[in-house]
């Protein structure tokens, strides 16, 4: 039971787009630290927060070929082989970074809140949701089209601010 002013919705329909960063053999674009531009993995996103080591870097050619996935500050990624459904938001000091192998999702942010949306993604309601909604047999996988169908309970923007900000106190 949801209370009155909420609606239940889905990731494709609070967010302006869900997509997934190189796929590719990104490893082609990969030059040293000093050379590039950062590029996200898996091993970069932590419930919650940015894991701020283990890099990989992107030529600046490279990461011009791919500007589909250059991630904006909101951005919400998602893990999707290892640990799906872990999920952070990109801070201003990642704006600009390109992502590999991981769920961008872009909210609308008329409609919800990047914090709110990763809270949720990497709640218990979230991950069950990620868990029924996985492929593969070995190791679980999480696609675009996956995630664009996690439903979300959504209150109005107010009071997701006020969940968001008490949850990440808590955190």
């Known amino acids: 039971m949801l209370p009155e002013d909420w609606k239940k919705r889905s990731v494709a329909e609070v967010c302006r787009s869900v997509s997934v960063g ?3 053999k990104p490893s082609q674009y990969y030059v040293s630290a000093s050379e590039g531009i950062k590029a996200f993995r898996s091993a970069n996103v932590k419930e919650g927060q940015v894991n701020n080591s283990d ?3 992107f030529s600046h050619k490279g ?3 791919n500007k589909k996935s250059e991630l904006k500050t909101g951005d919400v990624l998602v893990v999707r082989t290892g640990y799906p459904g872990t999920a952070c938001v990109v801070t201003p000091q990642y704006a600009g970074c390109n992502a590999i192998d991981i ?10 809140i990047p914090t709110y949306l990763c809270l949720f993604t990497n709640s218990e309601y979230g991950k ?3 868990a029924n909604l996985q492929g593969g047999m070995a190791q679980k996988h999480l696609n675009v089209g ?5 439903e979300i309970p959504l209150p109005p923007l107010p009071e997701q601010k006020k969940i968001a ?3 990440s106190t808590w955190d």
């Open 55 to 57: 890099w990989v870097y």
């Open 22 to 24: 190189v796929v590719i």
């Open 103 to 112: 769920v961008i999702a872009r909210p609308d942010i008329q409609k919800i």
């Open 146 to 150: 996956a995630y664009q169908q996690v």
């Open 128 to 130: 069950s949701q990620v």
């Open 63 to 65: 990461h011009n070929e």
């Open 165 to 167: 900000a008490i949850l």
